[in-house]
């Protein structure tokens, strides 16, 4: 499975990448939403993992682009922020999951569920 990290933390990226690892076939990143359709389209990822808040464009904008040249694309994103109107938003704008990152050492399962025939649709 492969994977598109798009997160302006270093350091979170690196947990994301370590959590992935088992997982992961290739890894690619990007620090801003600004990157994340370029690279989506230059990598074709499996699964994007999409922050919410970035310097120059914030993850919902880059996941209404991605799921515009792709609208099977998988995103979950992945933030710090527990508030129902963000969530809302999110899957408004095609992600297909929440996560938050104090809960990233599930991603693993969700990606799994992700992985499955019906990709995670509910």
Not at 39 to 51: G, K, N, S, T
Not at 60 to 83: C, F, H, K, N
Not at 88 to 101: I, P
Request: net charge negative; glycine share 6%.
């Amino acid at each position: 499975m492969t994977f598109l990290i798009v997160e302006d933390n270093a350091g979170i990226r690196r947990v994301l990448r370590r959590i992935l690892a088992d997982t992961a076939s290739a890894i690619w990143e990007c620090a801003d939403g600004s990157e994340a359709l370029a690279a989506y389209q230059e990598h074709r990822p499996d699964i994007v993992l999409m922050d919410v808040r970035m310097p120059h464009v914030d993850g919902l904008t880059a996941t209404r682009q991605i799921r515009g040249y792709d609208p099977s694309a998988r995103i979950i994103v992945v933030t710090d922020y527990l508030d129902e109107d963000m969530k809302t938003a999110a899957l408004e704008a095609g992600a297909r999951e929440y996560v938050l990152k104090q809960e990233i050492s599930s991603l693993p399962e969700i990606v799994s569920s992700l992985a499955t025939p019906d990709g995670g649709n509910h």
